[in-house]
């Protein structure tokens, strides 16, 4: 066996941070073809029970891996929260099908984690064309109870703006917007939503 493959079963039976991290997919490249075979093999088998296996099936198959994949996304019943998102993360990616964007939006809006939803609302940061994203992650900030969670979707609803820190020209509104949007009052909130905006039309 290869490197390459050895390093697959590392990643396989790792625990704790190692295992949050997901794969590292630095091994695909490196796999035999009988290697890919097996490594298939063993990733269909994880598929219902491990997170990280939609991203690594896709980086092994590419499209050929994306009806298995939705195939598994619509068995997993709702409180599979993180399978949910990394699924609908692989296959928004590989499709810009909305149905996917729906899902994230769903997510945010509901998940019992507050890694799922900040894992939706990054996702969603980067949509474009699907006109309900703003207004969704915008009533996020409404409902949602942990301040690092908000200031992050508060960040992620200005990325759709154009206002980041790292555009010189915007990051003073950055500073402004962002903390009334993550700190302020629902009052405040729509009205900076509001002015917002222009800045939209703008872009």
Known sequence: MTEAYDRFKKEV????????????????????????????????VLLSTDRRVPEALYALDGQASLPLIAAELAATPMDDED???????????????????????????HAKSKYVRNGAAGSLAKVLNVPTVDD???????????????SFIASCLL?????????????????AYGNTLARGTQAQREKAYAELQKYKKDK
């Open 13 to 44: 039976a790792a625990q704790g941070r190692e295992r949050l991290d997901g794969f590292s997919l630095s091994w695909v490249d490196g796999l035999t073809d009988e290697e890919r075979d097996q490594v298939r093999q063993e990733l269909t």
């Open 83 to 109: 399978f949910r998102l990394t699924a609908a993360q692989v296959l928004l990616k590989a499709t810009d099908d909305a149905t996917y964007v729906h899902l994230l939006e769903d997510l945010l809006l």
């Open 136 to 150: 969704v992650l915008f009533r996020a900030l409404s409902s949602e109870k942990e301040q690092i969670t908000r």
């Open 159 to 175: 990325e759709r703006f154009g206002i980041t820190y790292e555009n010189k020209q915007t990051s003073h509104l950055r500073r």
